[in-house]
């Protein structure tokens, strides 16, 4: 019987720089926690932080996942990331290819898979 595949979705993350931004791309997808990252390039973020408001350039950086390695993928991302908070949120996919989408699932939960036969 086959296991039901957990839903998949973007994470959504900035990085420092892109070479920051590129490093948590290969960490996520090697270590299986995303199927796929896209580093997209500068941005201006401007936040408040402890107390004032900021504004630094970054690198945004969006990664396809399931559910069930968001969790493992934020702290993965913690440990390796510059920043004390790093950004770091899953956006739900509700619809779009069905092929695409089952090959995220697949790619992701491929070790899970192979470890249940």
């Not at 595949?5 to 299986?32: I, K, N």
């Not at 004390?84 to 619809?95: E, Q």
Request: glycine share 6%.
């Amino acid at each position: 019987m086959k296991a039901a595949m957990s839903r998949p979705c973007l994470l959504y993350m900035t990085a420092g720089d892109r070479e920051e931004a590129l490093a948590l791309a290969r960490m996520l997808v090697g270590e299986r926690l995303a199927a796929c990252a896209n580093v997209l390039g500068a941005a201006t973020s401007v936040y408040r932080w402890e107390g004032a408001v900021q504004e630094e350039g970054e690198v945004v950086l969006v990664a396809k996942t399931v559910e069930d390695r968001v969790e493992a993928a934020a702290s993965r991302v913690r440990e390796a990331h510059s920043y004390d908070s790093p950004c770091v949120v899953a956006l739900p996919i509700s619809g779009g290819d069905a092929e695409f989408l089952s090959w995220v699932q697949e790619e992701v939960l491929a070790q899970e898979a192979q470890e249940t036969r």
